[in-house]
């Protein structure tokens, strides 16, 4: 029988739980969620994986939609561009976009987390914290859990199960003894390493603020945030085993060493960079595709848990929040009848979540080694003049992600129409002056339909 349940149970009070019980409960819905760890507010733990996150578009879309971005946005640190710092100490700067509107916004994950939790709350979710869940019965429709505190187990009758429990997640490892279950799962060669850059003595930053600093290293690569405490929150990315590694990496002396030939303007302003260095996990990046998401309307994968994309396009949180706002916006059109909401959410996403998982990966070779090629550089102005001249044909691929709404699959396609155009436009000239607009307009105009730019 198809679930219309008006009580929901979601595992995962991280980013997209809260923001999805939010919208849910503003809809009449009774939505209690379970969180495996502590109260983040009450007690002083992590919230998990990278300190902060670049918020765009689509994160702030949805923000938009809970009516919280005006309350975020005090939190939050405009990015213009990539400042790229050479082996030699050059710096580069390359706008994200074309005007100081196309920013990416540096916001950190906890207080995201915590302002996110707080509103769900405000609006009635209950929030129950050190709740495992340790299994799910679709069929009898019951969710287990283990306390936190007391290692006692129970069993709940609940209708409708979202595992919004991240990339790790029990209930779809739970789903996976459905039969006829589809998973994949490809780790990087990569680990990544979470260091800190300390506010200067005046409590400001140290490096320019409004950007996001990128250290390309051809194989590898280091890249810093701004966070509004006068830090940045930087992140090593480089490969588990070779001879540029984690692997080589086992020493204080090594890791100094490493960074002083390596990234020598950051190392300087990296006092406790080997004990940063031991002290934090090495993370390992993955990405997860999967489906069915659903059975029969009683349980609901939504997120990392559905989707787990690596971070090179700083879109997971995005596309989490997106996947919000299309859950909410089937519920306002199908009511309580979750097993067709079910359905056609993962008709309209998985589409989209696996071209943003591609894109992710693509990304990752963007940032660590061509961004330090000036002919990379070059193809970014050319975009930009292209996209100032024909601004509903020509959107860059980045701006298609980043800066718009546009469904992935659509900026992945248009994506890769478009870098062979920019292959043969920009062969052989290094300088606008060489750019043939004539040939610009006709590859243009015979292979790209306009744009439909939503707000
Ligand atoms: C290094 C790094 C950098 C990133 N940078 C960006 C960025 O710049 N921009 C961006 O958009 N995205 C970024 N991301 C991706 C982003 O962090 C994720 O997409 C996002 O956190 C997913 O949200 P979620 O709510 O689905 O899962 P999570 O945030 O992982 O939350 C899952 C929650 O479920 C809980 N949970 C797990 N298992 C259970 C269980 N069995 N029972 C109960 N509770 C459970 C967890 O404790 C957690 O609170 C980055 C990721 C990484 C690793």
Redesign the pocket.
């Known amino acids: 029988m198809a679930a219309k349940a008006e009580t929901v149970s979601l595992?995962?009070?991280?980013?997209?739980?809260p923001l999805l019980a939010l919208g849910l409960v503003k809809r009449g819905f009774h939505v209690e969620i379970?969180?495996?760890?502590p109260d983040m507010r009450r007690s002083r733990i992590s919230?998990?994986?990278?300190i902060?996150?670049?918020?765009?578009k689509r994160?702030i879309h949805a923000l938009s939609e809970a009516e919280l971005w005006d309350q975020m946005r005090q939190i939050i640190i405009p990015m213009k561009g990539r400042m790229m710092h050479s082996v030699t100490n050059e710096l580069t700067f390359q706008p994200y976009g074309k005007d100081d509107e196309e920013v990416i916004n540096s916001i950190s994950?906890a207080e995201l987390?915590i302002a996110l939790m707080n509103a769900a709350e405000a609006q009635g979710v209950l929030i129950h914290f050190q709740?495992?869940?340790?299994g799910i019965d679709p069929q009898k429709g019951t969710l287990q859990?283990r306390d936190g505190k007391t290692g006692t187990n129970r069993v709940l009758e609940s209708p409708v199960v979202i595992g919004?429990?991240?990339?790790?997640?029990?209930?779809r490892g739970e789903m996976l003894k459905q039969s006829r279950f589809n998973f994949s799962q490809q780790y990087l060669d990569y680990g990544?390493k979470?260091l800190t850059i300390p506010a200067g003595t005046d409590g400001k930053h140290v490096l320019e603020t409004n950007a996001l600093h990128i250290w390309p290293r051809g194989n590898y690569m280091l890249i810093a945030?701004p966070n509004v405490d006068g830090t940045f929150a930087c992140?090593l990315f480089i490969p588990f085993e070779g001879p540029d590694s984690f692997t080589r990496l086992s020493t204080s002396s090594a890791v100094i060493n490493f960074f002083h030939s390596r990234f020598p303007d950051a190392i300087s302003l990296m006092p406790h960079l080997a004990d940063n260095f031991f002290a934090n996990p090495t993370?390992a990046?993955v990405t997860i595709k999967c489906s069915p998401w659903h059975v029969d309307g009683r349980v609901l994968l939504?997120?990392?848990?559905a989707h787990?994309?690596v971070?090179f396009f700083?879109?997971?949180?995005?596309?989490?929040f997106e996947d919000c706002s299309c859950l909410l916006e089937l519920v306002d059109r199908r009511g309580a009848d979750w097993e067709r909401i079910s359905r056609e959410f993962e008709a309209a996403r998985k589409v989209n979540t696996d071209a943003i998982a591609d894109l992710a990966v693509e990304n990752f070779v963007e940032m660590r080694d061509r961004v330090a090629d000036p002919r990379f550089l070059f193809r970014k102005k050319v975009e930009l003049a292209l996209e100032a001249k024909y601004p509903r044909l020509f959107v860059p691929k980045y701006s298609m992600v980043t800066f718009h709404r546009i469904p992935y699959a659509i900026a992945l396609r248009r994506g890769q129409v478009q870098d062979l155009m920019l292959t043969e436009l920009c062969d052989g000239i290094d300088r606008m002056e060489g750019l043939d607009w004539s040939k610009a307009d006709r590859l243009i105009r015979s292979r790209l339909t306009p744009l439909e730019l939503v707000s």
């Not at 919230?47 to 990278?50: D, E, K, L, T």
């Open positions: 595992v995962g009070a991280g980013l997209n739980g379970y969180e495996r760890r919230a998990g994986r990278s902060n996150l670049a918020l765009s994160g994950r987390n709740q495992r869940c340790t859990l919004c429990d991240g990339s790790a997640s029990a209930i990544y979470e945030l992140i993370g990046m939504l997120g990392d848990a787990a994309i971070p700083g879109q997971g949180i995005n596309c989490g």
